[in-house]
């Protein structure tokens, strides 16, 4: 007790701030808390980490944008070049078809349209491909990320209860929400709310019928007191699909459901995802 007294004397002791502007008005002070300059240091360090988050991820989709937009030049290009070579291949045809050496030779074009070099056209074709898989690979990561973190409602309804600290509405005690409930009619369709595989299906105590879907990059959702569930484990679903049915299962109040957004192992804050 007297360690925490002496913590929160510490953390409250004023500091003086000294003031003294170039110009001619006289200096002043300012008197600011030890822990207020603490709050200041510690907010100022996780929006510079922010900011730099979102730079680096903004630059990453320039890069990638100029790249798109100079393949498409390159293909253009590797285009025009296709047509010149039909268009060589289709005179050659029609000079051999000529049933005479003299009929060639008068009929030729000589004139200079340009010299191609197979090789090096070859070798530009070959790393278009292997440039354009890295795109490919770049853009089917993005999309798997997409489809793979939750999105949207999981049904409509009513937010009954928020995530955080909470009044427990059956023990009356204070406890800690993991999700957020929504209310609804029972029967009512639960959808899940980005691709995935079930990794639980059935009932969980308090719970009720519970289902559980792994979506992968971390992520994972839990939709509690079902009524009935529709989908069994293992099964792989789309976002949108039909999972279950709102009930009041398990230790419920009324027909809702309990719905949880976990990333990396922790239970977070699904308002955010919706």
Same mark, same amino acid.
């Given at each position: 007790?007297?360690?925490?007294?002496?913590?929160?004397?510490?953390?409250?002791?004023?500091?003086?701030?000294?003031?003294?502007?170039?110009?001619?008005? /006289?200096?002043?002070?300012?008197?600011?808390?030890?822990?207020?300059?603490?709050?200041?240091?510690?907010?100022?360090?996780?929006? $510079?980490?922010?900011?730099?988050?979102?730079?680096? &991820?903004?630059? =990453?989709?320039?890069?990638?944008?100029?790249?798109?937009?100079?393949?498409?030049?390159?293909?253009?290009?590797?285009?025009?070049?296709?047509?010149?070579?039909?268009?060589?291949?289709? =005179?050659?045809? /029609?000079?051999?078809?000529?049933?005479?050496?003299?009929?060639?030779?008068? %009929?030729?074009?000589?004139? &200079?349209?340009?010299?191609?070099?197979?090789?090096?056209?070859?070798?530009?074709?070959?790393?278009?491909?292997?440039?354009?898989?890295?795109?490919? @690979?770049?853009?089917?990561?993005?999309? &798997?990320?997409?489809?793979?973190?939750?999105?949207?409602?999981?049904?409509?309804?009513?937010?009954?209860?928020? *995530?955080?600290?909470?009044?427990?509405?059956?023990?009356?005690?204070? @406890?800690?929400?993991?999700?957020?409930?929504?209310?609804?009619?029972?029967?009512?369709?639960?959808?899940?709310?980005?691709?995935?595989?079930?990794?639980?299906?059935?009932?969980?105590?308090?719970?009720? %019928?519970? #289902?559980?879907?792994?979506?992968?990059?971390?992520?994972? $959702?839990?939709?509690?007191? %079902?009524?009935?569930?529709?989908?069994?484990?293992?099964?792989? #679903? /789309?976002?949108? &699909?039909?999972?279950? *049915?709102?009930?009041?299962?398990? =230790?419920?109040?009324?027909?809702?459901?309990?719905?949880?957004?976990?990333?990396?192992?922790?239970?977070?804050?699904?308002?955010?995802?919706?």
């Amino acid at each position: 007790m007297l360690r925490m007294r002496f913590l929160l004397k510490k953390a409250f002791t004023p500091i003086t701030i000294m003031v003294i502007p170039h110009s001619s008005r /006289k200096p002043f002070s300012l008197k600011i808390p030890s822990i207020g300059i603490f709050i200041s240091v510690l907010l100022w360090l996780i929006g $510079t980490g922010y900011v730099f988050s979102i730079a680096i &991820d903004t630059l =990453e989709y320039y890069r990638m944008q100029e790249k798109v937009q100079y393949y498409s030049d390159e293909f253009l290009e590797m285009k025009t070049t296709m047509s010149a070579l039909k268009k060589t291949e289709a =005179e050659f045809k /029609k000079l051999f078809s000529l049933k005479s050496k003299e009929d060639v030779l008068e %009929n030729v074009d000589t004139s &200079d349209s340009g010299v191609i070099d197979m090789e090096a056209l070859k070798k530009q074709i070959k790393k278009t491909v292997e440039d354009i898989g890295e795109i490919k @690979d770049y853009l089917s990561q993005r999309r &798997d990320l997409y489809m793979a973190t939750p999105k949207g409602w999981p049904l409509i309804g009513n937010v009954t209860s928020p *995530y955080g600290k909470r009044k427990h509405p059956i023990t009356g005690e204070k @406890d800690f929400h993991n999700g957020i409930d929504i209310s609804s009619s029972p029967g009512n369709p639960v959808t899940v709310t980005a691709d995935g595989i079930v990794s639980f299906a059935g009932w969980h105590g308090i719970g009720g %019928n519970i #289902v559980v879907v792994e979506h992968g990059f971390g992520f994972s $959702t839990v939709y509690a007191h %079902n009524k009935t569930i529709e989908v069994k484990i293992g099964q792989k #679903v /789309k976002r949108g &699909d039909v999972i279950s *049915y709102v009930g009041s299962t398990g =230790e419920a109040t009324g027909p809702h459901l309990h719905y949880e957004v976990w990333e990396n192992g922790s239970p977070v804050n699904p308002k955010p995802f919706i």
